[in-house]
């Protein structure tokens, strides 16, 4: 199973995205038939990452929406609902993004990943941004950069001051 699933990363590391999510999908199915959770948990993630790489947002969408009973621990809702923010983001549907950063930041939270509070502190301000909160935007700038500030990482702190003036 894992010698499989790295084929199937490696096609998706070659850039031979249609290859790499018929590859996707063919595990989804087999998961679904032999009744395995954690085959189709796999497939959908793979899927998702597929259609996100390939620019085809809405179908990113589609499946990861699927995946979401299944997460098992909080850092992988953290990681989830950071990726549906994103993509909702990338279509210009920016309450969905914000919700979903919340989402993701509550996970991070309680997963206590500084990383993942960071990264949905930033989703929820870029959305925030696009929807003319600059208040709630900059709060949570403000709060990424704070946790910067903490993990003493420079390099990030000076792409979201940047940001944050933008």
Not at 41 to 49: F, K, Q, T
Not at 80 to 107: I, N, T, V, W
Not at 113 to 121: A, C, E, F
Request: hydrophobic share 40%; with cysteine; charged share 30%.
């Amino acid at each position: 199973s894992s010698g499989i699933n790295a084929e199937y990363g490696a096609l998706l590391e070659m850039g031979n995205l249609d290859a790499a999510l018929s590859e996707h999908k063919d595990d989804l199915s087999i998961s679904n038939s032999i009744k395995s959770d954690e085959g189709k948990a796999r497939a959908l993630d793979n899927i998702g990452r597929t259609y996100a790489r390939k620019s085809d947002y809405s179908e990113a969408i589609k499946y990861w929406e699927q995946r979401i009973p299944m997460n098992k621990t909080v850092l992988e809702a953290a990681w989830l609902y950071h990726e549906l923010g994103r993509c909702c983001l990338e279509l210009g549907k920016f309450p969905e993004a914000s919700s979903y950063g919340e989402q993701s930041l509550d996970s991070a939270k309680l997963a206590s990943d500084d990383n993942w509070q960071i990264n949905s502190s930033v989703l929820i301000a870029q959305a925030e941004v696009k929807l003319s909160n600059d208040d709630k935007a900059l709060e949570n700038f403000n709060r990424a950069l704070e946790i910067a500030k903490v993990l003493d990482d420079k390099a990030f702190r000076m792409l979201l001051l940047k940001q944050s003036k933008m």
